[in-house]
């Protein structure tokens, strides 16, 4: 079977696949071909004399304590957003998998953070958790947590990640329920004739059969913790106190925009695309080929 | 060891839905029980409460002398074969059999062991690292058996354990389930909707419709002598003829009819011949289409005389159609006119809506 449309003209195929290259090109390789050739450059304050540095700007980058830590920072954001929202999404879907009166209901209610903008959802916490605005702040006080993440860097940590992994706990949630539904009924019944308990069945057999959906939620998570995470960050913290809250996305932002250090910015702009690179690649490389238990 | 007692069992459904409408079956220790009826006649939903995966709403399952009824299924001591297998695919074949064993808290030791039995039992010895995906139908259905028998249960649960099978395996593996069972002793319920496999499978036949039992017997009993026209017509390949008897020629002819409103006769139970019968029936039927098979050649023959339509159950047939069995294949032709007489012993004869049998 030939699924090839054949056209009368030659250029017409090329002129249909025209608009969608010119959209991929200007958006996509024009920006990022010029901060790769930016990331060679060093500019004075003022932009009127630019230097062409080789691999300068990459080389003071990774002798630079602050990246260092902005990394660490990075991945232990990522890890504990990417873990903290899979796990209760998990338990959300599990919850939510057994035959309850208005499942449909609460099924479809469990969706909709997911439609909530993130700077949006930064405002939210911000408010329900601001040192003396916040509802939840007066009763961390009552309970005696000393509670001020405008100066506190690890509470200000802890509230971009419950931010936004709360954001994604529905999106993990849908896929997680998804996976749930998809496992024959009479396997976890054989499970439970084979004298599994509930919590054994959950270990040594729905959880093993859900694990391609895990392994694909974990790198999608590590993705959106790495660059989604943006406007909650700027929203609620802008990166601080001090740099507690500055992430490698960030750090972009402020040492480019607000530092005007652009051959900096560049050259992690272009670290990050190759962190992107290497996630996909390990997305195709998995995850497209299904893992196999 | 252990015999399972279903005294009045119900099931409702919360929408008001009464899936079960109360049956008692009692089947004896190491006896193998066959349910069978039409899908939807809940054969299935009666097994699974026998197993603990549907609560019961009215009435009491007994296995070995205790009520289950607030059992969880672990704790029944049953072990299921499922219609789908159901092996745990991320397992291997000798995790999946050992599974049960080990949620038990068997010394892994005793596991190899009863694994390894089962396993040369079921001819599964080379194939116990594989994972389920990568046996065939048969072996699948096989390490499901395994995973049954390697518990020693009180009782075997079969849910329509063959019914993914081709047709060829599906009477091997018919074979080897009897014989296993007969070898091991134990305690069998079995759910099939196939009446051959019912048959010869069955110590008891339960034979079920719409929630409900038809007729409970050993399958040969039920064969000779079905109570109601449904189990006459579900038992028995083709199915009985069932013709109704109205003011017409053929209640004249039947000696002791009275209070019958249908006769039944089995195609084989037919002679085609000249000869008049003393008693019992002779139609003149119109030869419309034969069917041989080999060893025997079926006539499908039309009544030369206008019916009027009984009560369809699933299996019957279309009114004034009439089957005739006969050995060999050779036969009359397509628009022969033929006479096919039954002696009175022969025939079953019914109550008019034909819920109850007349006579012997």
Not at chain 2, 304 to 314: D, F
Request: charged share 20%.
């Amino acid at each position: 079977m030939q699924k090839q449309a054949i056209f009368q003209s030659k250029l017409l195929p090329y002129a249909l696949v025209a608009p969608q290259l010119a959209i991929v090109l200007i958006f996509f390789y024009w920006p990022a071909a010029q901060a790769v050739i930016q990331s060679f450059l060093l500019q004075d304050a003022f932009g009127l004399s630019t230097t062409f540095v080789w691999f300068e700007n990459y080389l003071e980058l990774f002798k630079d304590p602050a990246y260092f830590a902005a990394i660490v920072r990075t991945f232990a954001f990522s890890f504990a957003i990417a873990v903290s929202s899979l796990s209760f999404a998990l338990l959300l879907a599990v919850m939510a998998d057994k035959p309850l009166r208005g499942s449909t209901l609460y099924r479809t209610l469990l969706i909709w953070p997911y439609a909530v903008a993130p700077p949006v959802v930064g405002v939210l916490w911000v408010f329900m958790l601001h040192p003396s605005l916040g509802v939840l702040s007066r009763y961390l006080r009552a309970m005696g947590v000393d509670w001020n993440p405008l100066l506190d860097g690890d509470q200000a940590a802890a509230l971009i990640i419950l931010a936004a992994a709360w954001k994604q706990i529905s999106y993990n949630f849908l896929f997680f329920l998804a996976g749930l539904q998809s496992i024959p009924k009479s396997v976890i019944e054989a499970a439970a004739i084979d004298g599994a308990r509930p919590m054994r069945r959950f270990w040594t057999v729905i959880f093993p059969l859900l694990s391609p959906t895990i392994f694909f939620l974990l790198v999608i998570n590590i993705v959106y913790a790495f660059f989604d995470t943006f406007g909650i960050i700027d929203t609620m913290t802008r990166g601080g106190p001090g740099k507690a809250t500055e992430t490698l996305v960030y750090k972009v932002y402020t040492d480019g925009l607000l530092g005007g250090n652009l051959g900096s910015s560049a050259a992690q702009s272009v670290i990050l695309m190759v962190i992107v690179v290497v996630l996909t690649g390990i997305q195709f490389r998995f995850v497209e080929r299904k893992v196999t238990y | 060891m252990a015999n399972v007692t279903l005294r009045s069992v119900r099931k409702t459904y919360p929408g008001g839905f009464e899936a079960i409408k109360g049956v008692d079956v009692d089947v004896g220790d190491g006896q193998f029980c066959v349910l069978v009826g039409p899908s939807g006649c809940g054969k299935s939903t009666l097994l699974r409460m026998v197993a603990g995966l549907e609560t019961i709403t009215g009435g009491e399952i007994d296995i070995g002398g205790r009520v289950v009824n607030q059992i969880e299924p672990a704790d029944r001591d049953i072990a299921m074969v499922f219609q789908n297998y159901a092996l745990y695919p991320h397992m291997s074949v000798y995790n999946n059999m050992a599974y049960g064993l080990r949620n038990r808290g068997m010394a892994e030791a005793e596991v190899k062991t009863r694994v390894e039995e089962a396993a040369r039992v079921l001819e599964l010895s080379p194939m116990l690292e594989r994972k389920p995906r990568q046996l065939s139908g048969g072996q699948r259905q096989r390490v499901a058996m395994g995973r049954a028998i390697v518990r020693q249960p009180k009782v075997f649960l079969f849910d329509e354990p063959l019914s993914n099978l081709d047709a060829k395996l599906r009477i091997a593996m018919r074979v080897e389930i009897r014989k296993l069972q007969r070898r091991l002793n134990t305690t069998s319920i079995y759910v099939t909707h196939d009446q051959l496999e019912a048959m010869t499978l069955a110590d008891i036949l339960v034979v079920m419709n719409g929630g409900q039992v038809e007729q409970i017997g050993n399958p040969l009993e039920i064969y000779q002598k079905p109570a109601t026209t449904f189990v006459a017509s579900f038992i028995g390949a083709p199915p009985m003829n069932l013709m109704p008897l109205r003011s017409d020629e053929l209640t004249s002819q039947i000696a002791g009819a009275d209070g019958a409103g249908i006769v039944g006769i089995r195609p084989e139970d037919f002679v085609i011949t000249g000869e008049t019968a003393s008693g019992g029936v002779a139609l003149g039927l119109t030869v419309e289409a034969i069917e041989h098979v080999g060893a025997e050649t079926f006539v499908y023959g039309s009544r030369q005389r206008e019916e009027r339509a009984i009560a369809a159950n699933p299996g019957e047939l279309p009114p004034g159609e009439v089957i005739v069995r006969i050995p060999g294949a050779t036969g009359p032709a397509i628009g022969e006119q033929i006479r096919a007489v039954a002696p009175r012993d022969k025939l079953h004869l019914f109550t008019a809506d034909g819920r109850k049998r007349v006579g012997p």
